[in-house]
């Protein structure tokens, strides 16, 4: 079974910190993703990456940035958070081709709130 | 813009049938994926339509009509382990993933 894992599953930071949220998938998948979700809304796309060192901005990067120097590991990082993005965090990854449907696999979530 | 419809919460009956309708408008279409979500957990596939017509597994079946551009997820024989919320998710065009609100199913006994 593919498995998501993401660091931390509740954090609380400060207005201003740095944070960091890890990912990191074990089925050799080349896309990894990073959502948000928000009571009342959808899903939304704040990162995802093709491939290794590749990233491409979601439908809300601000305030947001991604690393992937590992395949297998795709971090979230909030330069100097603020109250706004408390929220819970999504990692997902999937394997894209023709013979598959590319079904996102989802970690657990992180549940971050700043105060 | 790009949107997906799909009722805020529905609530059945444990035992019964529940159809949980979603409609959409992207640009383009490549596929609808049904999600299942346990409060206080991720997101879990359930079903992939990208043809018209009906797709069934076990308890769980997935209707599509591209030129309605409507959906449903049906669910029989339902159990107290349903309540969940389902996610209704169009990929586009560019093949970006266009997400409903979700719809909260409550089970009673």
């Known amino acids: 079974d593919v498995k998501v894992t993401q660091s931390s599953r509740y954090l609380v930071k400060r207005t201003g910190e740095k944070v960091f949220l890890e990912c990191v998938q074990d089925m050799d998948h080349e896309n990894m993703f990073w959502y948000r979700q928000d009571p009342g809304l959808g899903l939304r796309l704040i990162y995802f990456s093709y491939d290794v060192k590749m990233k491409e901005k979601g439908d809300i990067p601000e305030g947001y940035s991604v690393s992937r120097e590992k395949k297998e590991r795709f971090s979230l990082i909030l330069e100097s958070a603020s109250t706004n993005q408390t929220s819970m965090y999504l990692c997902?990854?999937?394997?894209?081709?023709?013979?598959?449907?590319?079904?996102?696999?989802f970690g657990e979530g992180s549940r971050l709130t700043v105060l | 813009g790009q949107n997906i419809d799909q009722p805020t919460e529905m609530t059945a009956t444990e035992g019964a049938i529940v159809q949980i309708n979603c409609t959409y408008q992207t640009s383009g279409f490549n596929g609808l994926f049904w999600y299942q979500q346990h409060a206080g957990e991720a997101p879990t596939f359930l079903s992939y339509n990208v043809l018209d017509g009906l797709e069934e597994k076990g308890r769980f079946s997935s209707f599509l009509s591209r030129s309605k551009g409507y959906s449903y997820l049906l669910l029989k024989e339902l159990q107290m382990k349903d309540s969940a919320s389902y996610l209704c998710a169009v990929r586009d065009s560019n093949y970006q993933l266009i997400w409903g609100a979700g719809t909260k199913l409550i089970i009673k006994p």
């Open positions: 997902a990854s999937s394997l894209w081709g023709e013979s598959n449907t590319g079904e996102l696999f």
